[in-house]
């Protein structure tokens, strides 16, 4: 399993010693320090996948190591159906692009990514030119994928989204979601569960799919109604389903594919 121990993490770091002190005979990280998570995040990504990746003070951190399992479970299952070199839209790729970068530099993909925020769409531009990485950025102008123009008539192999799963009564002054005060535009999902995101990713998806083409979403432990929603959703519109669970330290996420036969 990849994973990156703090000493390492220091050697190549030296932010990251304002942030780390002993328990015991180990060294920890104070992970609810925003700037602590940020500068380990950092270091995971050039030291593990060789990416230079900036973040954005107000927006969520992602967690690169299951972004990647993610990726590798997303694309363990294309591969099999006989897909090499996918054409890939990435809905919502955020401040940081993480999950469009790791498939562009691990894998033969055309990857498209959407983002709907101006200051993360900023942010995500730099960090594919730093990385020297050819994605198309495009604004949704808070479209989900119907009537985005620069896709428009275009099919894809796989269509892979980390949704908004917040429900309707999540609000961002004052909480904390991944380590960070998360901006309005983030706190999105709708829904009882905060379905309604993604019910929006499959229904419109379907019809952006080449033949056996993926939707692949991304989802946390609970609520398991969610998932169940989610998985109902996509059987209705007659895709196969398979769940992969994923572990990344103390985290379990589940990868949820509707494939298109």
Do not use: C, Q, W
């Amino acid at each position: 399993m990849l994973g990156l121990k703090i000493e390492t993490a220091l050697k190549y770091n030296e932010n990251l010693k304002k942030y780390v002190y002993k328990k015991g005979d180990k060294l920890r990280i104070d992970f609810k320090n925003k700037d602590a998570l940020i500068e380990y995040n950092k270091t995971i990504l050039k030291v593990l996948f060789n990416l230079d990746v900036e973040f954005h003070k107000n927006g969520l951190v992602p967690t690169p190591i299951n972004r990647y399992y993610f990726i590798k479970s997303t694309f363990e299952t294309l591969y099999r159906l006989g897909i090499k070199k996918p054409k890939v839209l990435e809905i919502g790729t955020g401040h940081s692009a993480i999950i469009s970068l790791l498939i562009k530099k691990f894998y033969d993909a055309d990857v498209y990514a959407t983002e709907v925020d101006e200051e993360f769409l900023k942010f995500a531009k730099r960090n594919i030119e730093k990385n020297k990485l050819d994605i198309k950025l495009i604004n949704s102008k808070g479209k989900i994928i119907d009537g985005i123009e620069e896709i428009k008539g275009k099919k894809f192999d796989l269509i892979i989204s980390y949704p908004p799963f917040y429900s309707k009564n999540s609000v961002s002054s004052g909480r904390k979601f991944g380590g960070a005060k998360a901006k309005s535009v983030e706190l999105i999902g709708r829904g009882k569960y905060g379905e309604e995101f993604s019910f929006r990713i499959i229904e419109e998806g379907i019809n952006f799919l080449n033949k056996k083409g993926v939707i692949s979403l991304m989802m946390p432990k609970k609520p398991e109604k969610r998932r169940e929603l989610i998985i109902e959703k996509m059987k209705n519109i007659n895709l196969d389903v398979e769940v992969d669970e994923i572990k990344t330290g103390n985290r379990l996420r589940y990868v949820i594919k509707g494939i298109k036969e």
